[in-house]
């Protein structure tokens, strides 16, 4: 996936985010499998453990079964068809969970050849407020971020000044 960039960008800003609301003593469920950022919270001093690539959508029983203190679900939800049931049955009292946002100036991105690798949501940032509320959390701090490309036309101009992603640290409450 990160074969030609690197989202350092992204990544500095999940890390501070990270660091301002988790102590390094919690244990950490990261959905998905082991990824470039897993490794750097684990090079932190985390304790991570990564789901297995089992489809969220149809099973939830790794995070209705985890004993972890913190879920995090870092550019995760965007390709689940029901995050909603994933986050319902989530028993970690906290939440850090990022997506990228929805830009009205371009489709939802969709890889031709990795059907894991496919936005069937782009939220904006009141879809997920909404969702995380109707799933029983409170959110209790949040950030947005823009992530400029280095190349010429409307689009790269447009990403310099529209938001692109969206971190939320929230608390379960009920």
């Known amino acids: 996936m990160y074969e030609k960039t690197f989202p350092n960008k992204r990544f500095q800003h999940t890390l501070t ?18 990824n470039p950022f897993s490794k750097i919270m684990k090079n932190e001093g985390y304790s991570v453990q990564n789901t297995t690539g089992e489809d969220l959508d ?44 929805r830009l009205w100036f371009a489709a939802a991105y969709r890889s031709k050849t990795d059907p894991w690798d496919r936005h069937y949501h782009e939220f904006e940032d009141w879809q997920l407020d909404w969702l995380l509320q ?29 938001n692109r992603y969206y971190i939320v640290y929230a608390e379960k409450i009920h």
């Open 58 to 101: 149809l099973d939830q029983s790794v995070v209705a079964n985890t004993t972890t203190e913190v879920v995090t679900a870092l550019e995760i939800f965007e390709h689940l068809l029901n995050p909603y049931t994933v986050l319902s049955q989530i028993k970690a009292k906290k939440l850090i969970i990022s997506i990228p946002m």
């Open 17 to 34: 985010f990270l660091n301002k609301h988790v102590q390094k003593s919690e244990r950490i469920l990261d959905l998905g499998v082991e």
């Open 134 to 162: 109707k799933t029983g959390w409170k959110i209790i701090d949040r950030q947005k971020w823009t992530n400029p490309v280095k190349k010429v036309g409307l689009r790269p101009l447009l990403r310099y000044f529209t």
